[in-house]
T-cell receptor
Framework: AQSVAQPEDQVNVAEGNPLTVKCTYSVSGNPYLFWYVQYPNRGLQFLLKYITGDNLVKGSYGFEAEFNKSQTSFHLKKPSALVSDSALYFCAVTGNTGGFKTIFGAGTRLFVKA | GAVVSQHPSWVICKSGTSVKIECRSLDFQATTMFWYRQFPKQSLMLMATSNEGSKATYEQGVEKDKFLINHASLTLSTLTVTSAHPEDSSFYIC??????????????FGSGTRLTVV
């Protein structure tokens, strides 16, 4: 069965500092991995994905993520955080079986302080 | 990019009544739509997968008679919460994909519907 773990409920970082939001996954076969961001009372917005190719994936708003197969991780990173990055971040995995259902992690709330 | 419209954004209803939530894809044909619910400070829980023209596939533990899903066209899926109760209060979100395979840019999500049952 597919699963996604985001071990941190909350991440605090000062503006201008690098940020990392952690994600590990478990899936049969090759994983399709995604990061989404959610602002209060809004739907999810796609940030980036890994399907195949380079392990370092670049996405929207300066975010990037590194796929590490041996550690089954897909951590989200940004070199310099902005206050406006404060939001709820979800890691998601889509398996290539069972109709491509997407399973989401529990979410990590990011607070960026000025 | 793909645009999904979800309506209403929020709704308050009395216990025992039914509420219909619409999810429309505005610029592409959505063969497959997913419905999620999200409790406060929790992740999204997949409720069901609907394919145009066929019956929805519900996840384990989701009552199909309570959460009626209709995907009658390639641009519209509806979720009806029947005989709503306070415990049905939640944030409901749809997501769509133009095909039945993996979408190359992730799934497109609606803006969500905040349902409060009083």
């Amino acid at each position: 069965a597919q699963s996604v773990a985001q071990p941190e409920d909350q991440v605090n970082v000062a503006e201008g500092n690098p940020l990392t939001v952690k994600c590990t996954y478990s899936v049969s076969g090759n994983p399709y991995l995604f990061w989404y961001v959610q602002y209060p009372n809004r739907g999810l917005q796609f940030l980036l994905k890994y399907i195949t190719g380079d392990n370092l994936v670049k996405g929207s708003y300066g975010f990037e993520a590194e796929f590490n197969k041996s550690q089954t991780s897909f951590h989200l990173k940004k070199p310099s955080a902005l206050v406006s990055d404060s939001a709820l971040y979800f890691c998601a995995v889509t398996g290539n079986t069972g109709g491509f259902k997407t399973i989401f992690g529990a979410g990590t709330r990011l607070f960026v302080k000025a | 990019g793909a645009v999904v419209s979800q309506h209403p954004s929020w709704v308050i209803c009395k216990s025992g009544t039914s509420v219909k939530i619409e999810c429309r894809s505005l610029d592409f044909q959505a063969t497959t739509m997913f419905w999620y619910r999200q409790f406060p400070k929790q992740s999204l829980m997949l409720m069901a997968t609907s394919n145009e023209g066929s019956k929805a596939t519900y996840e384990q533990g989701v009552e199909k008679d309570k959460f009626l899903i209709n995907h009658a066209s390639l641009t519209l899926s509806t979720l009806t919460v029947t005989s709503a109760h306070p415990e049905d209060s939640s944030f409901y979100i749809c997501s769509v994909t133009p095909g039945q395979g993996l979408p190359s840019s992730g799934y497109t999500f609606g803006s969500g519907t905040r349902l409060t049952v009083v």
